[in-house]
C-alpha cells in the first residue's frame, strides 16, 4: 500500500509538472504568434501610407505637406501600441478619427464618414484593428464625386460595427498585402473565443468586431 501511494504521488507530481511546461510552452508559443502578427502591422501601415503619399505628391504640394504633418502624428500612435495586447475603444477610435481626417485631406468630398459611439470605460480591440479596416475600405472601393465612399462606425449589440459602402473597384492600382481581415481574425483567435463577423450584400461591406473586456 505504501509502494502504491509512493508510486501514485510520484506520477501525479510528473503529470503536473509536465501539464504546467506545457502550459507554459503554449502561452509561450501564442504570445509569439501575437507578435509576430503585431509586428506585420507597422511596415503594411507604412507601405500604404507611403503609397498614398507618393501619388498625393503630384497632384498638391499643401495637400501633400498637411499629410505629411498629420501622418507622422498617427505613426506615433503606430508605435506606441505596438507592444500592446489590447487598447481601450476610447484610444482605437481616436485613432480612427485622425486616420479618416487624414484620408480626408486626401480625398475631400469623396469621402464621408459618421462616427456614433457610446462611452464604454471597459471595452478593449486588438490594436489598428480599425485602421486595417478602414484602410481596406479605401483601397479596394472607388470614392469619386460621382460615387462617394460612406463609411459608418457604431457600436451595436456589443460589437463595432464598421460599414463602408460596397463599391469595389474594377482595377487595382495598388497591390494586396495580403494582411488586413486575416490579421484580425488570428489575434482575435488568441486572445477570445470571439471572431469578427463579415457581411456583404449588394451595396454595403460589414465586419463587427466583439468588443473585449478585461476581467479582474
Request: glycine share 2%; proline share 4%; aromatic share 10%.
Amino acid at each position: 500500500v505504501f509502494m502504491a501511494i509512493f508510486t501514485s504521488r510520484s506520477w501525479l507530481m510528473e503529470w503536473r509538472k509536465s501539464a504546467i511546461e506545457a502550459e507554459q510552452l503554449r502561452t509561450e508559443k501564442l504570445a509569439s504568434q501575437y507578435q509576430s502578427l503585431k509586428d506585420q502591422l507597422n511596415p503594411h501601415f507604412l507601405f500604404n501610407s507611403l503609397n498614398a503619399l507618393s501619388n498625393l505628391v503630384y497632384e498638391d504640394a499643401d495637400k501633400s505637406a498637411a499629410f505629411i504633418q498629420k501622418l507622422s502624428k498617427i505613426y506615433r500612435y503606430v508605435l506606441e501600441v505596438q507592444q500592446e495586447e489590447l487598447v481601450e475603444l476610447r484610444r482605437e477610435m481616436d485613432f480612427a478619427k485622425n486616420y479618416l481626417d487624414l484620408q480626408k485631406i486626401r480625398f475631400e468630398v469623396n469621402l464621408n464618414f459618421r462616427i456614433d459611439l457610446s462611452p464604454c470605460s471597459d471595452c478593449y480591440l486588438p490594436p489598428l484593428s480599425l485602421q486595417l479596416l478602414l484602410e481596406n475600405a479605401i483601397k479596394h472601393n472607388v470614392a469619386s464625386e460621382e460615387q462617394p465612399l460612406f463609411i459608418s462606425i457604431l457600436m451595436k449589440d456589443g460589437a463595432l460595427w464598421v460599414s463602408n459602402t460596397f463599391q469595389p473597384k474594377t482595377s487595382q492600382n495598388e497591390p494586396s498585402t495580403g494582411v488586413g481581415l486575416e490579421n484580425i481574425r488570428s489575434r482575435y483567435r488568441i486572445l477570445s473565443d470571439q471572431s469578427p463577423e463579415i457581411f456583404k450584400s449588394e451595396d454595403e461591406f460589414l465586419v463587427k468586431l466583439p468588443l473585449l473586456h478585461l476581467h479582474s
